[in-house]
């Protein structure tokens, strides 16, 4: 595959000097073999990968396999100029999740790199702006901040994006490296489809993961770093999240975050408080609403609720007719807490509504209730502070505690996703047949431009020998007619260049026709589309 130069000296020139140094004293070191040693560098396959991992081969002269060329007629340099450049623009665009989840990072460093539902859109357009980013999605919820990626190099994406979320949250690099994971092609596929299944919840099957899968593609939709692969990875999810749970009922008996709030709070009260324990909700957006919802689910019938507009309170009242709910403005919150025993917060505050000195000052609870006041926070970033934990009257829990709800229904959750993952096997091979049939389309392009290319020339020869006089009918006629021809004759080859991914035995037949006619039309040795890519994101981010 041909390679520019200066396409080359711009992208590659780090690799090669790295390199060079240590391939041109290997070889003056060992004139007689022209021994070299050739570091290879490729992400871990493996989950939770947070490096690279490194081979070094040793090929000699003496190997009969491999024969290096002389000092005389190839520089230790250019060889690595070639070897380095052959790989980068072979290299196939690669589907890539860096993420930070509850499983590996602590509430702190992912209330740091949430980003808002509306920054969404900004979030791609700057990932995109990157070097070797062509696609990007956000899913940022409670428990996950994850970012997926059509990246041109594995590698250098990776760094891209993770010195991005380190500029924009404030967290070092080396931080984020060390709670992220890695994820690759099908297994970055796996994963979402996972998540969309409610896989990789704390609470199984929670209905609120895929409802959020499907608020990024809604988001996403009419912006331009929302790509083709990254849409149609993220519409498969909601297909495999809905097919899960249908087949597998798994939603039944499983909870979302709110409802796993709600449990929690009532496995640390009394039993005999269940019914009458005093309920204060803090916010009455999407997550709050279920959590009264849940509380009503479990035998509540009054609750207070502060929200910042009574609207939202008052069509709650209106939904669940015959419980009593108190609307309270934000300006009487404390108030409120004095007279509750639990209460959960869920704003989208980024401040902290309660404090260490607000918990102090709070009257105590009756021994009815536990004597403890209970601060089940389920805000991301959190509503209240962590240090009111070490007063002897309160307890605080947020979405990391959710797992001792997780723990009682263990069994049955391991049991239903092992179900669950032979059908994320058979869509995931559906979603990667389906991206193989996208390879055709730089063959149909770069075809179509060879076969344009010869009836230009070949019109342009026809024209000059027919002279001066030639009327603009005639031209025209002559275009039409080697337009005709061309497409009649590129009829055959493009039907067995298209395919939708469906069919295995199609698919592979499809892929064995495009070799052949990179072969036969040698398209290979015209500039490779990802280098192209590549090229003209470099030359956009240095006006």
Not at 369 to 385: K, Q, Y
Not at 508 to 523: G, V, W
Not at 527 to 540: F, G, H, P
Request: net charge positive; glycine share 4%.
């Amino acid at each position: 595959m041909a390679v520019s130069t200066a396409f080359a000296g711009t992208k590659l020139d780090t690799i090669y000097l790295r390199n060079a140094v240590a391939a041109s004293s290997t070889s003056l070191a060992s004139p007689l073999n022209h021994q070299i040693d050739r570091m290879f560098c490729m992400p871990r396959k493996a989950r939770n990968c947070n490096g690279l991992r490194c081979e070094v081969v040793q090929t000699t002269t003496d190997n009969t396999s491999t024969t290096l060329p002389s000092s005389s007629s190839l520089s230790a340099l250019e060889q690595l100029k070639s070897s380095a450049a052959d790989r980068y623009t072979k290299e196939r665009s690669s589907i890539v999740v860096i993420g930070l989840s509850i499983h590996t990072t602590p509430v702190e460093m992912r209330e740091k790199l949430a980003i808002p539902e509306a920054e969404w859109p900004r979030a791609i357009a700057e990932l995109c702006s990157l070097n070797h980013i062509e696609e990007a999605a956000v899913l940022s919820t409670c428990n996950r901040m994850e970012i997926y990626v059509v990246a041109l190099s594995q590698h250098r994406g990776v760094k891209e994006v993770t010195e991005w979320m380190s500029k924009t949250s404030g967290v070092s690099a080396s931080e984020l490296c060390e709670h992220r994971f890695l994820l690759y092609n099908n297994d970055a596929t796996q994963h979402i489809f996972e998540v969309s299944a409610g896989l990789d919840s704390l609470v199984l099957g929670e209905g609120q993961i895929l409802a959020q899968v499907k608020q990024v593609v809604k988001v996403g939709q009419g912006v331009v770093g929302f790509g083709r692969n990254i849409s149609g990875l993220f519409k498969h999810a909601i297909t495999v999240g809905k097919r899960v749970r249908t087949e597998l009922n798994i939603a039944s008996g499983a909870v979302s975050v709110s409802s796993a709030a709600v449990e929690l709070a009532l496995m640390k009260l009394p039993k005999t408080s269940h019914t009458t324990a005093r309920m204060l909700v803090v916010g009455a957006g999407k997550m709050g609403k279920l959590v009264i919802k849940h509380l009503v689910a479990k035998g509540c019938t009054k609750m207070v609720v502060v929200n910042r507009s009574e609207e939202r309170v008052t069509a709650i009242r209106e939904e669940l007719k015959g419980i009593e709910i108190i609307y309270k403005p934000l300006t009487e919150m404390l108030a409120s807490a004095a007279e509750a025993d639990v209460i959960f917060t869920s704003t989208a505050s980024e401040t902290l509504l309660f404090r260490k000195e607000h918990a102090a000052e709070l009257p105590p609870v009756s021994s009815d209730a536990g004597s403890v006041r209970l601060f089940v926070d389920i805000s991301v970033p959190r509503n209240v502070g962590s240090c009111i934990k070490e007063l002897e009257t309160s307890r605080v829990y947020n979405v990391d505690d959710l797992k001792e709800v997780v723990a009682a229904n263990k069994e049955d959750r391991h049991r239903k996703a092992m179900e669950a993952q032979s059908i994320i096997a058979e869509e995931s091979k559906q979603f990667e047949a389906w991206r193989d049939s996208l390879e055709t389309v730089p063959t149909i392009k770069k075809l179509r431009a060879y076969a344009e290319r010869i009836r230009l020339a070949e019109l342009d020869k026809c024209m000059s020998k027919m002279g001066d006089e030639v009327t603009k009918k005639t031209k025209k006629a002559a275009d039409d007619l080697s337009r005709g021809i061309v497409n009649k004759l590129l009829h055959g080859p493009m039907q067995h260049l298209r395919c939708d991914g469906s069919d295995s035995r199609t698919l592979s037949e499809t892929l064995e026709n495009m070799h052949a006619l990179n072969r036969m039309f040698s398209l290979e040795t015209e500039i490779s589309i990802l280098e192209q890519k590549v090229r003209a994101k470099v030359e956009q981010n240095q006006k």
